[in-house]
């Protein structure tokens, strides 16, 4: 892991797993703000280049004590990130205010360390230059750029809506290094229709997202490997929080383990 930095904004989400309903509008909305190419067969798994995914966990219990739980899956922007140490020519890194893991295109060489250094598999390689079906490369996003085979991607908490937040401040004549809690969100929280996403700085304590992470419901994703995320998982079924850290059945976690199982 890399050396731990600490900064004065923290970016940071929480998504309250109770609330969400797996319908996928978080994944469209960051492909389309991210300029992912559609494709033509969204069955083929070898072409998809998804940033954000949504998996479906179960308890395990057969009906009518069956319960399941969506969990949608973007990079966790760990405070330790594995990912960083790894790239041999430092195209990803965590260095700037915010602490957002960046990922920069012309330098990656496609040598996918950092996909297998990455616990949570948000990484995911170019294998083929995107396509655009003819009239739909109109919907692309100009303040993203496009990525060509040959090269990882990932989540950057739509890191282009911070550029343009920052750049309203100065305009508006604010500090653009404080901004109001809601000036700054990426596209998958903008969308969600249940309002299960909440994006803020974690170092603020007024933001609604540092008191959820503090909370007593709030867990991180594999959060014993001892990467720091900057993403919380909001439950109030122990179920859930047990499955977070990938806890077995019969072993002591944070509740009451039940055999529940990823589908």
Not at 173 to 178: E, I, N
């Amino acid at each position: 892991m890399s050396e731990h930095k600490n900064f004065r904004i923290r970016w940071g989400m929480a998504i309250d797993l109770d609330k969400c309903t797996g319908c996928g509008a978080c994944v469209v909305s960051c492909q389309v703000e991210n300029n992912n190419a559609p494709l033509v067969d969204a069955s083929d798994k070898e072409r998809i280049v998804n940033w954000l995914t949504v998996y479906r966990l179960e308890n395990g219990k057969s009906f009518p004590d069956a319960e399941v739980a969506y969990l949608p899956r973007p990079c966790m922007q760990c405070g330790n990130p594995s990912c960083v140490p790894v790239c041999p020519v430092v195209a990803t890194d965590k260095n700037e205010e915010g602490g957002i893991v960046s990922q920069i295109y012309p330098r990656c060489i496609g040598c996918r360390y950092c996909m297998a250094a990455c616990p949570y598999h948000v990484r995911v390689f170019n294998w083929f230059d995107p396509v655009w079906p003819k009239g739909m490369e109109k919907t692309l996003t100009p303040f993203t750029s496009t990525r060509p085979r040959g090269v990882v991607e990932k989540c950057n908490f739509c890191h282009q809506r911070w550029d343009m937040a920052k750049e309203k401040a100065r305009k508006d004549g604010t500090d653009p290094m404080d901004l109001p809690e809601g000036a700054y969100v990426p596209a998958c929280v903008e969308t969600c229709p249940t309002g299960a996403l909440v994006f803020g700085d974690l170092n603020n304590k007024d933001h609604k997202v540092s008191q959820l992470a503090h909370g007593p419901h709030a867990r991180r994703l594999l959060e014993r490997l001892g990467g720091d995320p900057q993403v919380y998982y909001i439950s109030r079924r122990d179920w859930v929080l047990d499955l977070l850290d990938n806890h077995l059945a019969g072993e002591a976690g944070h509740g009451k383990a039940e055999g529940g199982h990823h589908g």
